[in-house]
């Protein structure tokens, strides 16, 4: 992926692109997690990795809306738009892969690097400056000469804010071209992390970006956000550190109530899980099979959804609940030939692989 | 868990209940329902059954109908196999274990952990009555607000 500062519209709209393929890239990963765990242990880490994700699922629903407000068109079906794992995040951190695995400490540890807290300072220094490196970056959706990185998640955020303050400023109320019905509101997601916001100026596209950046990392370095609720980062650190945070508390020194972590109850999944390894044919197989069909479906329907059918977000609620209950049978089967590993869904529709 | 004794079962299950392997691991249940039983009748009991399975099946080989034959004259017709064999049936469609018959306990003087009980809650939600039916546990699997508007998308056995 190579990003360039955000000089035009089109420079906007594709980092609102990057945007939603990243936050889409960090799902599988905590779903497949969350789903390794056994039936009834870790009620507590289940609830942790859970909120994460259904909140990671409102910030693809965000960028969607401020993507169409610019006028852009999201489209989660493209083959690309879901990396093939391990894989690195879309925006750019070179430095750690994530991948599809069983919850563990490690696991853990990459959803820590996912949600680190931005630590550079202003303009120029959040970016790195690198060589594009083949293969280790999820496609360009269109390349530009230079190749700028990102240190974590909250920097790239920064420079979409940036990005539309500049274009605000030049084009004024013009930037947001978008017809609002593409605007996916209250009516049609609810009780999925917080209250969806509705793009449809500066003011609201700001509120939209500070919701990510907020519940990702917390509040100007704090480890909550506006609302008092605990950032992604600090979150699953807890489970690491097998405490829980309360207000008041400093990051790193939780003293809330102890969170027990029974690291054993855990399905052992194949990392990063492929269709390829399902060749021997029988149910497994076809599980397999149709779960990646019903995610592709499901992309489908997203992308239906955001561009201009708000009300198929509806449906595809209930696309979801089917997605964990396959996800859930797949994973408590083991693989054939493989002692002591399990099969995971692999996350993909099945579509060939695009040729470049 | 020994592994011999886990295959058994889950083959033993499969027959008794019509349900694939595959699905029966996808309930997450038969390391649970494997304990509750051998907490209930023993290891010697549990032992019998499933060696009793293992002949029975194979002196059927692909024979379905000897298999079924089989399995009702030497284990459902069986004084000691067969309440067991069908607390098992029971255990995989409703997740609770039923306490034996007084004559099996009486004759067992059973000392097992044999009281009627919910195995986990999970054992419920799992259950494969759900399934069978063509319902969603009521009160748990959540399907989403207004899924009640569109027929239940269950995966038939």
Same mark, same amino acid.
């Given at each position: 992926?190579?990003?360039?500062?955000?000089?035009?519209?089109?420079?906007?709209?594709?980092?609102?692109?990057?945007?939603?393929?990243?936050?889409?890239?960090?799902?599988?990963?905590?779903?497949?997690?969350?789903?390794?765990?056994?039936?009834?242990?870790?009620?507590?880490?289940?609830?942790?990795?859970?909120?994460?994700?259904?909140?990671?699922?409102?910030?693809?629903?965000?960028?969607?809306?401020?993507?169409?407000?610019?006028?852009?068109?999201?489209?989660?079906?493209?083959?690309?738009?879901?990396?093939?794992?391990?894989?690195?995040?879309?925006?750019?951190?070179?430095?750690?892969?994530?991948?599809?695995?069983?919850?563990?400490?490690?696991?853990?540890?990459?959803?820590?690097?996912?949600?680190?807290?931005?630590?550079?300072?202003?303009?120029?220094?959040?970016?790195?400056?690198?060589?594009?490196?083949?293969?280790?970056?999820?496609?360009?959706?269109?390349?530009?000469?230079?190749?700028?990185?990102?240190?974590?998640?909250?920097?790239?955020?920064?420079?979409?804010?940036?990005?539309?303050?500049?274009?605000?400023?030049?084009?004024?109320?013009?930037?947001?071209?978008?017809?609002?019905?593409?605007?996916?509101?209250?009516?049609?997601? @609810?009780?999925?992390?917080?209250?969806?916001? /509705?793009?449809?100026?500066?003011?609201?596209?700001?509120?939209?970006?500070?919701?990510?950046?907020?519940?990702?990392?917390?509040?100007?370095?704090?480890?909550?956000?506006?609302?008092? /609720?605990?950032?992604?980062?600090?979150?699953?650190?807890?489970?690491?550190?097998?405490?829980?945070?309360?207000?008041?508390?400093?990051?790193?020194?939780?003293?809330?109530?102890?969170?027990?972590?029974?690291?054993?109850?855990?399905?052992?999944?194949?990392?990063?899980?492929?269709?390829?390894?399902?060749?021997?044919?029988?149910?497994?197989?076809?599980?397999?099979?149709?779960?990646?069909?019903? @995610?592709?479906?499901?992309?489908?329907?997203?992308?239906?959804?955001?561009?201009?059918?708000?009300?198929?977000?509806?449906?595809?609620?209930?696309?979801?609940?089917?997605?964990?209950?396959?996800?859930?049978?797949?994973?408590?089967?083991?693989?054939?030939?493989?002692?002591?590993?399990?099969?995971?869904?692999?996350?993909?529709?099945?579509?060939?692989? /695009?040729?470049? | 868990?020994?592994?011999?004794?886990?295959?058994?079962?889950?083959?033993?299950?499969?027959?008794?209940?019509?349900?694939?392997?595959?699905?029966?691991?996808?309930?997450?249940?038969?390391?649970?329902?494997?304990?509750?039983?051998?907490?209930?009748?023993?290891?010697?009991?549990?032992?019998?059954?499933?060696?009793?399975?293992?002949?029975?099946?194979?002196?059927?080989?692909?024979?379905?109908?000897?298999?079924?034959?089989?399995?009702?004259?030497?284990?459902? *017709?069986?004084?000691?196999?067969?309440?067991?064999?069908?607390?098992?049936?029971?255990?995989?469609?409703?997740?609770?274990?039923?306490?034996?018959?007084?004559?099996?306990?009486?004759?067992?003087?059973?000392?097992?952990?044999?009281?009627?009980?919910?195995? *986990?809650?999970? *054992?419920?939600?799992?259950?494969?009555?759900?399934?069978?039916?063509?319902?969603?546990?009521?009160?748990?699997?959540?399907?989403?607000?207004?899924?009640?508007?569109?027929?239940?998308?269950?995966?038939?056995?």
């Amino acid at each position: 992926m190579s990003l360039r500062r955000i000089a035009t519209v089109e420079d906007l709209q594709q980092y609102l692109h990057v945007a939603m393929q990243l936050e889409h890239a960090t799902i599988p990963p905590y779903l497949t997690a969350l789903y390794s765990m056994h039936p009834t242990a870790n009620a507590d880490a289940y609830r942790v990795i859970r909120v994460v994700a259904v909140e990671e699922m409102l910030h693809l629903t965000l960028s969607a809306n401020i993507l169409n407000a610019v006028g852009g068109t999201p489209d989660l079906s493209a083959n690309s738009f879901v990396p093939v794992y391990p894989a690195r995040l879309p925006d750019g951190e070179d430095d750690f892969e994530v991948g599809t695995r069983a919850f563990s400490r490690d696991t853990i540890e990459t959803f820590l690097k996912i949600e680190r807290p931005a630590v550079a300072g202003e303009d120029d220094s959040r970016f790195v400056s690198r060589d594009r490196s083949a293969g280790a970056l999820l496609p360009a959706v269109d390349a530009h000469e230079d190749s700028l990185h990102f240190f974590s998640i909250g920097e790239f955020y920064a420079e979409i804010g940036e990005g539309l303050e500049r274009l605000h400023h030049e084009m004024g109320e013009g930037l947001f071209c978008g017809d609002p019905a593409r605007q996916v509101g209250p009516a049609y997601y @609810y009780s999925g992390g917080a209250a969806i916001v /509705e793009v449809t100026d500066a003011s609201s596209a700001a509120a939209a970006l500070r919701v990510i950046s907020e519940q990702g990392e917390g509040l100007g370095g704090g480890i909550f956000d506006e609302e008092g /609720e605990l950032a992604h980062y600090y979150r699953f650190q807890q489970l690491l550190l097998g405490r829980h945070y309360q207000p008041g508390d400093e990051a790193g020194s939780p003293t809330g109530p102890a969170l027990d972590v029974d690291w054993d109850a855990v399905y052992p999944v194949v990392p990063d899980s492929a269709l390829d390894h399902y060749t021997e044919p029988g149910e497994l197989q076809d599980a397999v099979t149709a779960f990646s069909r019903a @995610y592709g479906d499901f992309l489908t329907r997203l992308t239906e959804a955001f561009n201009g059918r708000p009300d198929l977000l509806l449906p595809a609620v209930v696309d979801m609940f089917h997605i964990r209950d396959l996800a859930s049978q797949i994973i408590r089967n083991p693989m054939p030939g493989r002692p002591g590993v399990n099969a995971a869904p692999v996350f993909r529709g099945l579509a060939p692989v /695009e040729v470049a | 868990m020994n592994d011999e004794l886990h295959e058994a079962f889950l083959d033993l299950s499969s027959t008794l209940t019509g349900y694939s392997r595959f699905r029966l691991l996808g309930t997450g249940q038969a390391d649970p329902y494997l304990s509750t039983t051998r907490e209930a009748v023993g290891e010697e009991v549990l032992a019998e059954l499933l060696n009793t399975y293992t002949d029975v099946h194979r002196d059927a080989g692909d024979d379905e109908k000897a298999l079924d034959t089989g399995l009702r004259a030497r284990i459902l *017709s069986d004084r000691l196999l067969g309440p067991v064999a069908r607390n098992v049936i029971k255990m995989w469609f409703v997740g609770t274990w039923y306490e034996l018959p007084q004559e099996w306990r009486d004759v067992q003087a059973t000392r097992g952990h044999d009281s009627t009980h919910v195995v *986990s809650p999970a *054992s419920y939600t799992e259950a494969l009555l759900w399934p069978t039916i063509g319902a969603n546990p009521p009160g748990a699997k959540a399907q989403g607000f207004g899924s009640w508007a569109a027929p239940p998308t269950i995966d038939a056995p």
